[in-house]
């Protein structure tokens, strides 16, 4: 019940984002027209598709949403949408609700195996007499299905606003690290009631190719010709994949698409748009400045022509966390770059000691730290990018009280350091088991001893390489790792301390490693590992941090 309750109150912020209620509107004045159409697509599935029409003949600029969650609760934007001027167009995906077909998610919405819903459908308004410019929106699934419509090569679409989604169904939806997302894989087809087969079929290999090489829009980028916001947050579940898409539009993308892209990334979860992200509060948090954070504007822009000025803002606009408890703090403030990550950032690296110190300078002598990792008893998973697990910025002693977890520590900060851009750990390590995992997290230490984390990562020893080509290691040869931590901005304050945490587990928000080798899922036992990270000398595991220079 309480997993429920949390996809819920995401799902309903987020289509409450969608109808505009934050923006202050006025009551509607009539009731749009409507209409539902039963629309057939290439292979005679039917689709619900909710058409709303201002008054008059058009042709109108049309907004268009895909759901998995009911397009009766986007009720409030096919109202809205008429009152300006737009005709909204809101269908249930395959499967879905009132929809006919298979109820498996993304299955049909992009442009393999023959079957393309959103293209369909968007092909068919284009047809008729009332629909003019096209743009998209949705958050989530809604924001999936968008990216998926775009990597069509469609030029029906104009622009779209994408609030937090991910392009790779691989590396940001069901693999991270190439480590299965247990949480946010298993509770979300569940409770959304998607088929049982859903599961199945993501959870055939964890290697990355077929399907999941096929349903990769990175590799797709210069199909895209759409103008688009991407909306994501430090602590969101897609938190790099709407970097990483705004990236692809912006430098990969068509014509249409290509220098056309704003990025906004707030301290949110998923798609909880407030000042509080877990335990912290951060200041001015929830509304960006800028007018590109105004869909309606966006969409007057790029589907009405409206010379707002919309087009003019700062092609990124960022919230760089700070010291939650001092309002004198640097950082908990918005900023903006013409790029990302920001010019002025410069990558370093600190290094673990033997003592468990985490300094700019390199250790000279090897040293060396073991834990034993046990599955049958995994690290758990304290806050961080979650959906149905308490999400966001949480107080990490309890993990770091662990024999298996790893602690590196500055020395209080002589002066704020702030990082901004993506983060690394890299590793080497041993292990005398075939495979295990390395999970690392960059911490805020405050002056009174709470530790929260700011970004975090795993990665699958066989996948150290390569996640198209597993490679199992040999017992007690050290091997390089290289873990991914997602991005973030924050201004460790003077007096903190920035800590990195090392382990092997993070369950169930990642599927613990069994420790044996054999393919996924399909381990017939259970093992322990002895883990060892080495530091100093020519092996010296560190973090590389992109620090703001300027």
């Not at 167009?89 to 499967?95: A, H, S």
Request: with cysteine.
């Amino acid at each position: 019940m309480r997993l429920r309750w949390y996809l819920l109150v995401a799902c309903v912020i987020i289509a409450v984002a969608l109808a505009g209620a934050a923006t202050g509107r006025k009551a509607y004045q009539a009731q749009p027209r409507k209409q539902t159409v039963m629309l057939p697509m290439t292979d005679g599935v039917k689709l619900a598709t909710d058409v709303y029409l201002p008054e008059g003949k058009g042709p109108f600029p049309t907004l268009f949403v895909r759901t998995t969650y009911n397009k009766d609760g986007l009720a409030g934007l096919g109202a809205e949408g008429p009152q300006k001027g737009y005709a909204v167009v809101v269908q249930d995906t395959r499967g879905r609700f009132a929809s006919q077909g298979e109820n498996l998610p993304f299955e049909t919405d992009g442009w393999w195996g023959g079957k393309r819903d959103g293209l369909d459908t968007v092909e068919w308004m284009a047809q008729q007499s009332w629909c003019g410019k096209i743009g998209t929106l949705g958050g989530s699934a809604l924001g999936i299905t968008q990216l998926l419509l775009a990597g069509t090569g469609t030029k029906r679409v104009n622009a779209q606003v994408i609030h937090v989604g991910g392009p790779r169904a691989y590396g940001d939806i069901v693999f991270s690290g190439g480590v299965f997302r247990k949480s946010l894989v298993e509770d979300w087809l569940r409770i959304a009631l998607f088929s049982p087969d859903a599961l199945k079929r993501w959870t055939v290999t964890d290697i990355y190719g077929g399907i999941w090489r096929e349903r990769d829009l990175s590799l797709r980028y210069d199909r895209v010709n759409a103008a688009a916001v991407h909306v994501g947050g430090w602590y969101d579940i897609f938190a790099q994949g709407t970097i990483d898409a705004f990236l692809g539009y912006q430098k990969r993308g068509g014509p249409g698409a290509r220098g056309r892209q704003k990025l906004i990334m707030g301290p949110w979860t998923h798609g909880i748009f407030q000042d509080k992200a877990g335990d912290l509060t951060f200041r001015n948090g929830k509304t960006p400045p800028g007018k590109a954070r105004d869909q309606w504007a966006w969409f007057d822009h790029h589907l009405k022509g409206v010379n707002n000025g919309v087009d003019q803002d700062p092609a990124v606009t960022y919230y760089t966390m700070g010291d939650a408890s001092d309002p004198k703090a640097p950082g908990n403030e918005w900023r903006t770059s013409t790029t990302w990550p920001p010019a002025g950032t410069r990558p370093k690296a600190y290094y673990f000691g033997a003592d468990r110190s985490l300094g700019q300078r390199k250790p000279a002598s090897m040293g060396a730290l073991s834990y034993v990792y046990d599955p049958r008893n995994p690290c758990p998973t304290t806050g961080g990018p979650q959906l149905t697990i308490p999400a966001g910025a949480k107080d990490q002693r309890q993990v770091e009280s662990r024999s298996d977890v790893l602690v590196f520590s500055s020395e209080p900060l002589q002066r704020p350091v702030e990082v901004t851009g993506r983060v690394t750990v890299r590793l080497y390590a041993s292990s005398d088991a075939p495979d295990t995992d390395f999970a690392a997290k960059l911490c805020d230490v405050y002056p009174d001893g709470r530790s929260f984390n700011v970004c975090e990562g795993i990665l699958r020893a066989r996948f150290r390489k390569s996640f198209s080509k597993p490679e199992l290691m040999e017992a007690g040869k050290v091997y390089r790792f290289d873990v991914d931590l997602w991005s973030t901005s924050i201004a460790f304050n003077k007096g903190h301390r920035i800590r990195v945490l090392v382990t092997s587990s993070n369950a169930p928000g990642w599927d613990p490693n069994p420790n044996t080798g054999e393919p996924f899922r399909s381990s017939s036992r259970i093992r322990s590992a002895r883990n060892t990270i080495y530091v100093g000398g020519a092996r010296a595991s560190h973090v590389v941090l992109p620090v703001m220079t300027r």
